[in-house]
């Protein structure tokens, strides 16, 4: 179950990393797939918004996409790409 505790930490995460690299990854559908790399524009209390400065555009995604597994980001730390896992989640393995 999605607590609004397990969202809010999500936010103030991505608040910390707002206008860093990080690659997203997702289902775009039917065995189909995406992934990206983008900087964090913006955090909104049920979305994010990131810029993709490649393709030059914007698009928004929500926290609990996130916590359903449903994308997984991976943050730059200035050296390398770390996965941003939820505490909920990390529990569980």
């Not at 103030?12 to 189909?32: P, Q, V």
């Amino acid at each position: 179950m999605i607590c609004k505790d397990d969202i809010s930490n999500i936010k103030t995460e991505l608040d910390e990393n707002i206008g860093r690299k990080i690659i997203i990854r997702g289902a775009m559908g039917r065995k189909k797939f995406f992934e990206e790399e983008a900087v964090i524009e913006n955090t909104y209390p049920n979305i994010f918004i990131v810029k993709n400065e490649e393709k030059e555009t914007n698009a928004s995604y929500r926290y609990t996409d996130i916590l359903t597994n449903e994308l997984q980001i991976s943050i730059f730390n200035g050296e390398e790409y770390f996965p941003l896992i939820p505490a909920a989640l990390r529990t569980k393995f």
